[in-house]
C-alpha cells in the first residue's frame, strides 16, 4: 500500500523569499548572492531560511488527514486529532503520576495506543502514513534496528519525522558525533543497553544545558567536577547492571545525522531516503529531519 | 628506586629565544606578544617553537648513560646503544624474516631483549630510567593497562616518552578525538583485542595519509568507496575471530592527550604526569610527549 495521503511538498531548505523576509539585512541581496549567504553563513548562524518558525511548524507539516503514529509523547503531543495514535512505554495513567512526579503539566497527556515499558515499537500492530518522534532516536541502543523497525510501521512513501537534539547545543555539546563505525558496532552487537562510554559521557562529561549559551559561545567547563561526577556514574552503573540506563547513546550534528543515513542508506541498512534536513535555528538546541520510505515500483 | 636521571631538564613547549631565531617574521615581536603569538597561532600553525627540530632530536633528549627500553623497534630502533633494551613481538630471527617478508631492510632489526606475542609487558622483569615507543600508543586497546604496564617499569622520576600520531594529520583525519569515557570502558572489559568500531573506522572511514596535503587542508574524500570498505572490514573482523588486528584504536590531538592524561590522572587511573607535550609540527603528523612517574621524596 503506498501512502499518498501525506504525500505533501515539503518546504525546501532555503527558500529565497522566505529568506529575505525573516532576515532583513540581507533584503539587498540578489539570488545568487543569497544562496551563497546561506551556504556560508546562514546555515552556521542558524538564519530562519523557509516557511518553517518552530518545532510547531514542523509538526504541521504532518497533514490533519494522515494516518500517524507519535513516539514518546508523554506530557506533550507534537500531533493531535483523530487519526493520530500514541506510543510510550507507559499508559496514560503512568504518565500523568510521572508526570506530577516531575512537577510537569499533565493535562496534555494523551490515551497511549500502544504501551511497551522497554520501548518496544513492535507491539504496534498498524501501518501508518507518518511516524513522528522528538529527542527520541538519540536514546535508541540500536540505531539501525530502530529506523528499520520505524520502516516497517510505515506505509511506502511514508515518513518519518525527527526531532533531534544538535550536541553543539545542548549538554552533550562537548561529546564527539557519532561515527558511522560506532552505529554499526551496535547492530551488530544487537545493542540493548547503553555502553559504558555513554553512561559516563552522560554523567560525567556532559554540560550545561542552556541553548541561549552555547549559541553564544559559553559552553561551560569540560571535565568540570570531573572525579565525583564519575564515582557516581559508576556506582549507578554497577548498581543497575542488567537494567536499562536511559542516556543519549548517538550525538548528531545535521551534517553527521546526514552523513551516517547516508551511509546506511549506501550499505542496505536502511530503506529510509533523507527527504529534508532543517538545520537547527539561532538558538534552539534541535534539528528536524524527515526521512522517506523509499516506495518500490510495483511491475507493470 | 630512584631514577639517577629523575632531574634531567627538558626542553620547554616554548622557547622565547629558539622561537625567535626559528621564526624571522616575529624577531621584533617583545617577549609577551611572543606568548601571546604562539598561543594563538603558533602552535596551530606548527611553529617550531624550541631546540627540538626532529623526532630525532626528541629522541636524543634521553641521556646515552640512561637505562632505556625501546618498545616495538621493529626494522629502525630509535634508540641505540649499551644501555638500550628492546621489547617486541617477534624475535630478532623472526622480525628479520618479517622485514623481508614486507619488501623492508632487515639490517636495523636489533637483538631484542623482551619478546611477547600478546604484547604484554609484564614479560619485562627489571626498570629503566626512560622506556620509548614511536606509533605504538595509539594500538593499545586498553590505554590505561598500557599506561600502567608502563609505570611498573620505571623507575620513581622515570619518564615514557612517546611518539604519537596526531590524528588531524595522518588518515585518521576524520575521526574524533578519543574521550576518557572511551578509554575507561576499554579498561573495565578489560580489552585485548580491538572492537569492531576500532576495525570499521580503520577499513572504511580513514583517508590518505599524506601529512602535507592535510596541513594543506586537503583531507580526501570523507566515506569514499564506504560500500566495499565497510564490507571488507567486516570479512577481515569475521575472520579474524577475535584475534589481535593491529588497527588504531585511540585518535589524539596534542590537545585531546593532555586533557585525557589529565582526566586518568584526576580519576586515579594512572600516577604518570605530563612533563611535557610537543605540539605537532608543520607538514608533520606526529607529535611528542614525556609521562614521568613521580619520585617520591626521601628524608
Not at chain 1, 488527514?65 to 495514535?85: D, H, K, Q
Not at chain 2, 637505562?67 to 621493529?74: Q, S, V
Not at chain 2, 626498570?127 to 609505570?151: C, G, K
Not at chain 2, 610537543?278 to 606526529?286: G, S
Amino acid at each position: 500500500m503506498i501512502s499518498d495521503r501525506a504525500d505533501v511538498a515539503l518546504p525546501q531548505l532555503l527558500e529565497l523569499d522566505a529568506y529575505r523576509r525573516f532576515n532583513p539585512d540581507l533584503a539587498g541581496l540578489p539570488d545568487p548572492e543569497l544562496v551563497k549567504h546561506y551556504i556560508v553563513h546562514g546555515e552556521r548562524e542558524g538564519r530562519r531560511s523557509n516557511a518553517l518558525g518552530s518545532r510547531a511548524d514542523f509538526a504541521a507539516l504532518v497533514p490533519p488527514g494522515a494516518e500517524a503514529l507519535e513516539i514518546g509523547p508523554f506530557n506533550n503531543p507534537l500531533l493531535c486529532g483523530e487519526r493520530v495514535r500514541y506510543f510510550d512505554v507507559l499508559t496514560r495513567a503512568g504518565l500523568i503520576e510521572r508526570a506530577q512526579q516531575m512537577g510537569l503539566p499533565p493535562e496534555r497527556t494523551p490515551e497511549i495506543d500502544y504501551v511497551s515499558t522497554d520501548g518496544d515499537l513492535t507491539v504496534v500492530d498498524a501501518v501508518f502514513d507518518v511516524v513522528l518522534s522528538s529527542h527520541s532516536i538519540e536514546h535508541q541502543t540500536d540505531l539501525i534496528a530502530h529506523l528499520n523497525t520505524v520502516a516497517r510501521l510505515l506505509h511506502e512513501g511514508g515518513r518519518y519525522f525527527v526531532l533531534a537534539p544538535d550536541k553543539r547545543y545542548c549538554f552533550d555539546h562537548y561529546m564527539n558525533p557519532s561515527s558511522l563505525a560506532d552505529v554499526l558496532e551496535a547492530h551488530y552487537e544487537r545493542r540493548t543497553r547503553h555502553t559504558l562510554a555513554n553512561v559516563l559521557s552522560n554523567g560525567a562529561l556532559s554540560t550545561h544545558n542552556d541553548t541561549g549559551r552555547h549559541w553564544a559561545g559559553d559552553h561551560g567547563k569540560y571535565l568540570e567536577n570531573l572525579r565525583a561526577r564519575y564515582e557516581a556514574t559508576l556506582t549507578e552503573y554497577d548498581r543497575r547492571k542488567e537494567t536499562y540506563i536511559d542516556v543519549h547513546g548517538w550525538f548528531f550534528t545535521p551534517a553527521s545525522f546526514k552523513a551516517i543515513v547516508l551511509a546506511l542508506q549506501t550499505l542496505g541498512h536502511t530503506s529510509f531516503e533523507i527527504e529534508r534536513i532543517y538545520p537547527t535555528r539561532f538558538n534552539a538546541n534541535e534539528f528536524w529531519a524527515v526521512l522517506r520510505k523509499r516506495s518500490v515500483k510495483s511491475a507493470p | 628506586m630512584i631514577s639517577e636521571w629523575a632531574g634531567l631538564a627538558l626542553p620547554d613547549m616554548l622557547d622565547l629565544e629558539a622561537y625567535r631565531r626559528w621564526n624571522p617574521d616575529l624577531a621584533r615581536l617583545a617577549d609577551a606578544d611572543l606568548v601571546r603569538h604562539y598561543i594563538e597561532y603558533g602552535e596551530t600553525e606548527g611553529r617550531r617553537s624550541n631546540a627540538l627540530a626532529w623526532r630525532t632530536d626528541f629522541v636524543a633528549l634521553i641521556p646515552p648513560a640512561a637505562d632505556a627500553l625501546e618498545i616495538g623497534p621493529f626494522n629502525s630502533p630509535l634508540l641505540r646503544g649499551p644501555n638500550v633494551r628492546y621489547f617486541d613481538r617477534l624475535t630478532q630471527a623472526d622480525l628479520i624474516e618479517r622485514a623481508r617478508f614486507l619488501k623492508m631492510p632487515a639490517e636495523g632489526v636489533p637483538a631484542i631483549d623482551f619478546v611477547s606475542e600478546a604484547c604484554d609487558l609484564a614479560v619485562v622483569d627489571r626498570t629503566f630510567d626512560a622506556v620509548l615507543s614511536s606509533h605504538a600508543i595509539e594500538h593499545q586497546p586498553d590505554l590505561i593497562a598500557h599506561l600502567r604496564a608502563i609505570e611498573r617499569l620505571l623507575r620513581e622520576g622515570g619518564r615514557y616518552f612517546v611518539l604519537a600520531p596526531d590524528k588531524r594529520y595522518c588518515f585518521d583525519h576524520f575521526f574524533a578525538p578519543s574521550t576518557v569515557a572511551e578509554v575507561i570502558q576499554a579498561h573495565h572489559e578489560r580489552r585485548t583485542s580491538h572492537t569492531l568500531k576500532s576495525v570499521l573506522d580503520a577499513y572504511a572511514l580513514t583517508t590518505h595519509n599524506e601529512p602535507a596535503r592535510h596541513w594543506a587542508n586537503d583531507h580526501g574524500t570523507y566515506m569514499e568507496n564506504v560500500e566495499s570498505r565497510i564490507r571488507e572490514g567486516l570479512t577481515a573482523f569475521a575472520e579474524a575471530n577475535g584475534a589481535y588486528m593491529d588497527v588504531h584504536a585511540w585518535f589524539f590531538t596534542p590537545r585531546s592527550l593532555r586533557l585525557l592524561v589529565l582526566a586518568l590522572q584526576s580519576l586515579g587511573y594512572t600516577s604518570l604526569e605530563l612533563e611535557r607535550i610537543y605540539p605537532t609540527r608543520q607538514n608533520a603528523n606526529e607529535f611528542w610527549f614525556v609521562l614521568r612517574k613521580p619520585a617520591a621524596f626521601g628524608p
